[in-house]
Every structure is written in structure tokens, then in C-alpha cells.
DNA sequence: TAGGTGATCTTG
DNA sequence: AAGATCACCTAT
């Protein structure tokens, strides 16, 4: 039985609240049969209205931010820095560009794909902590951008319910180009876990 | 801690 | 058309 996320869960107006609700549940993809996945442990929420650091702001429609502005439940995939590929979901309706970087997860499902994707002997923290890292190993890359959540190539899980995280909040990384938005405690994280950022 | 890397956006 | 920037990672 799939327990894939509903719509509703993305289509919440507060892109913060999916932030923090987003961690504990868990991120799969499926590519060419073979599955990979991990529980969510660290997330960042952007606002295309009010915040900054959001590369919709302020309600800013080009190429890359067009998937932003989708109803919630899609992913909005974009390249950074001539090597990385970052994953976020899309959140809010349709026409309000909000979206949830996911920086880290905790391997669950298909270890050893993970590992062939990311290459090099990599130690188990850095396999899937970090935004670029995590996309790597799920084989996740410009091709799954706009694609709904609600389909089977990537997709998100409710949380194991036997397993409960403690959820920290700080400022978000790498966004100091955003002055005082910059100051949002609007990243979140399970406290304690190894591969949270830093 | 510095350098790699190229898409994306802005300026002219 | 050209230049600056960038929600990062890896190796020194």
C-alpha cells in the first residue's frame, strides 16, 4: 500500500509549516526499476512573495522559476555552481512560488546504488548529507524537473511511525545575499542526526 | 580555505 | 553580447 504524501500536504499555503513537517518523511526515487530513498532530515523553506533568498522573488516569472509558480506536489529541480543539481518541492497553489529545498537525507532503501551513483569511496555521512550529495545518489537531475510528486519516479513518504526526530531550527545556508532575509529561522532539521549539515 | 564549473539572469 | 552571480563540493 503506497503511503505517498496527499496533494493537501503540498498545497498548504505556509511553506514554512511544510518545511518542518517534511521532516521524518521519507524521499524516493525509481529510475529504471531500481529504488533508492531516505528519511528527510534537513529542509529549507522559500517564500516567492516575501523572502529574498527565494529565486522567485518578488513574484519574479522566468524559465527556471516557472515550475515554482505550478500548484504544489511538483518537484522544481534546478543547477548551481556548473556541477550541482538541488532538489525542492513545490508548495502553495497554483500561482504562489513557493517551494522546500531538501539538503539531507538518511539512507533507507538502495544503499549500494547510492554509493555507485555518488562513485569514489565516500563515508557513509557523505553519501546523502548535503543537497547536492543527496541528489546524486537518488540519480535525481534537470530531467525531473516539474514532475508530480504524486507519480512514481520521485516521491514522498509519511514518516515511519515508529521512529519520532526532535526538530531544531536556524537560519538558512548560503543565502547572505539576502540581507535581512537572510536572519529567518527557516531551516529545519532533526537534532542530533549525523547528516545534517555542519 | 580556495578553486572548479556552466546555466541563468542582468546590464548595456 | 558579455559579465557577474550562484540555496555547493572536494581536495589541499
Redesign the pocket.
Known amino acids: 500500500m503506497s503511503q505517498k504524501l496527499p496533494l493537501s500536504f503540498y498545497t498548504n499555503e505556509n511553506v514554512v509549516e511544510v518545511a518542518r513537517n517534511l521532516i521524518g518523511c521519507r524521499l524516493y526515487t525509481q529510475l529504471g526499476g531500481v529504488l533508492t530513498g531516505g528519511i528527510i532530515v534537513e529542509t ?1 523553506a ?1 517564500n516567492g512573495r516575501t523572502d529574498k ?4 522573488f518578488p513574484e ?1 516569472r ?4 516557472s515550475v515554482m509558480y505550478e500548484q504544489g506536489g511538483v518537484a ?1 529541480v ?7 543539481y ?1 532538489f ?1 518541492i513545490v508548495t502553495h497553489k497554483k500561482g504562489f512560488a513557493d ?1 522546500v ?1 531538501i539538503r539531507a537525507i538518511e539512507p533507507l532503501e538502495g544503499v549500494e546504488e547510492m554509493m555507485l551513483r ?1 562513485g ?1 569511496n ?1 563515508s557513509s555521512k ?1 553519501l546523502t548529507g ?4 543527496l541528489s546524486e545518489a537518488l540519480g535525481i537531475d ?1 530531467s525531473m524537473n516539474g514532475l508530480s510528486l504524486l507519480d512514481s519516479t520521485v516521491w514522498v513518504e509519511e514518516p515511519l511511525p515508529q521512529i519520532s526526530y526532535k526538530i531544531g531550527a536556524s537560519t ?4 547572505d ?1 539576502a540581507g535581512e532575509d537572510a536572519l529567518l529561522p527557516w531551516r529545519f532539521y532533526a537534532i542530533g542526526n549525523k547528516f545534517v ?1 555542519k
Not at 533568498?53 to 522567485?56: E, G, I, Q, T
Not at 522566468?62 to 522559476?65: A, G
Open positions: 529549507e522559500y533568498a527565494c529565486h522567485a519574479k522566468t524559465e527556471r522559476t522544481y534546478y543547477f548551481v555552481y556548473g556541477m550541482h538541488l525542492n517551494a529545498l555518488r569514489k565516500v557523505l548535503g543537497p547536492a550529495r534537470k538558512r545556508i548560503g543565502v545575499y549539515s
